[in-house]
T-cell receptor, first 115, second 111 residues
């Protein structure tokens, strides 16, 4: 069974440009999460989808970040326009709705570098 | 607000035991976790403990939970060079699947 996959693995853009990160969760997982780790600090929660609905977006830093999950399958996270402080590793995770032990399955992350 | 703290670095010799410590603030946490990140890889769930347990053992891993002091530890017995990685402690906040992570402890295992 395929795990959580993220694309791209690494993106280098200039300040002011736009980047879209994609996450494909494990098939059948209703919960999808975005997290990020900036500058070697702690991994911080961004938002949580249940199917196509945003359950909790309290961690989204500002309105330059837009997450979507059309059809409740894959999700995209767009940063527009990107700023230097957005550099970091963006992790996606998924879990099964009914097995809420919190066992999140993480992807390998998308490293974003903003120059 | 919720907060999870870990020491940043730990260095041990191969064959020794490693103990990674973590403190958290949310007393209503239901689950606490240890994740491992190897270089260039994603986050791998190592183990988790339910908040009504004091201890959980899984092969070389032992998790101890002190709810009174809000202290969680991970002990790795017979540490190997392949255990070198960053270890993240995390707590589940508000039972919604949202995890609060610590900064990660970089474990270095010397031969």
């Amino acid at each position: 069974e395929a795990g959580v996959t993220q694309f791209p693995s690494h993106s280098v853009i200039e300040k002011g440009q736009t980047v879209t990160l994609r996450c494909d969760p494990i098939s059948g997982h209703d919960n999808l999460y975005w997290y990020r780790r900036v500058m070697g600090k702690e991994i911080k929660f961004l938002l949580h989808f249940v199917k196509e609905s945003k359950q909790d977006e309290s961690g989204m830093p500002n309105n330059r970040f837009l997450a979507e999950r059309t059809g409740g399958t894959y999700s995209t996270l767009k940063v527009q326009p990107a700023e230097l402080e957005d550099s970091g590793v963006y992790f996606c995770a998924s879990s099964h709705w009914t097995e809420n032990t919190g066992e999140l399955f993480f992807g390998e992350g998308s490293r974003l570098t903003v120059l | 607000g919720e907060d999870v703290e870990q020491s940043l670095f730990l260095s041990v010799r191969e064959g020794d035991s490693s103990v990674i410590n973590c403190t958290y603030t949310d007393s209503s946490s239901t689950y606490l976790y240890w994740y491992k990140q190897e270089p260039g890889a994603g986050l791998q769930l190592l183990t988790y403990i339910f908040s009504n347990m004091d201890m959980k053992q899984d092969q070389r891993l032992t998790v101890l939970l002190n709810k009174k002091d809000k202290h969680l530890s991970l002990r790795i017995a017979d540490t190997q060079t392949g255990d070198s990685a960053i270890y993240f402690c995390a707590e589940m906040y508000n039972q919604g699947g949202k995890l609060i992570f610590g900064q990660g402890t970089e474990l270095s295992v010397k031969p």
